[in-house]
């Protein structure tokens, strides 16, 4: 069973511009959770998408984040314009259930670096 | 006050050694606490999970909490050079406000099991 993928594992763009991230849930899992480590920080919470709904945007930081989850399938996190703070690892995750904030599979993460 | 203190590490030790890894919190809503490994350039994969107080043992891990001490901690037996990684502790509680429940992960700690 493939697990979940993120697109790409590692990005460099400048100050201003577009990124957009991208994430393959597993096959069949109706949530998926965005999360983003930033350098010397813990992992943190931005987002929960029940197929294709967004079900708690609590965690994102401002609207220069924008995410999408197309048809309830993959999920993308578009960063625009970006900022030197939004430096990170930016990981992906799914479960078939929303087993109380339970683990889900967690994807190897897509490192984004501003300069 | 970060919500989960977990020391950050580094922690040598010696094969077949055991291991202590330890997060405390300060958040008595917390009801699930999980342990999740972290190897370089992956995603964390969740080890073990536990329900309010008590200890779980899964083969050379044991994972215990002590809600009253608002502590938890994670056990490895028997060391292995392949248990070096970085492990993450994350706690989850029934957010009201936002009708849902969150990960709340410490910024984990290094170990590294030497030969």
């Known amino acids: 069973e493939a697990g979940v993928t993120q697109f790409p594992s590692h990005s460099v763009i400048e100050k201003g511009q577009t990124v957009t991230l991208r994430c393959d849930p597993i096959s069949g899992h109706d949530n998926l959770y965005w999360y983003r480590r930033v350098m010397g920080k813990e992992i943190k919470f931005l987002l929960h998408f029940v197929k294709e709904s967004k079900q708690d945007e609590s965690g994102m930081p401002n609207n220069r984040f924008l995410a999408e989850r197309t048809g309830g399938t993959y999920s993308t996190l578009k960063v625009q314009p970006a900022e030197l703070e939004d430096s990170g690892v930016y990981f992906c995750a799914s479960s078939q259930e929303y087993v109380k904030g339970l683990g889900a599979f967690f994807g190897q993460g897509t490192r984004l670096t501003v300069v | 006050q970060k919500e989960v203190e977990q020391d950050p590490g580094p922690l040598s030790v010696p094969e077949g050694a055991i291991v202590s890894l330890n997060c405390t919190y300060s958040?008595?809503?917390?009801?699930?606490f999980m342990w999740y490994r972290q190897y370089s350039r992956k995603g964390p994969e969740l080890l073990m999970y536990t329900y309010s107080s008590g200890n779980k043992e899964d083969g050379r891990f044991t994972a215990q909490v002590d809600k009253s001490s608002k502590y938890i901690s994670l056990f490895i037996r028997d060391s292995q050079p392949s248990d070096s990684a970085t492990y993450l502790c994350a706690m989850s509680a029934y957010l009201r406000m936002d009708s849902s429940y969150k990960l709340i992960f410490g910024s984990g700690t290094r170990l590294l099991v030497r030969p």
């Open positions: 958040n008595s809503a917390f009801q699930y």
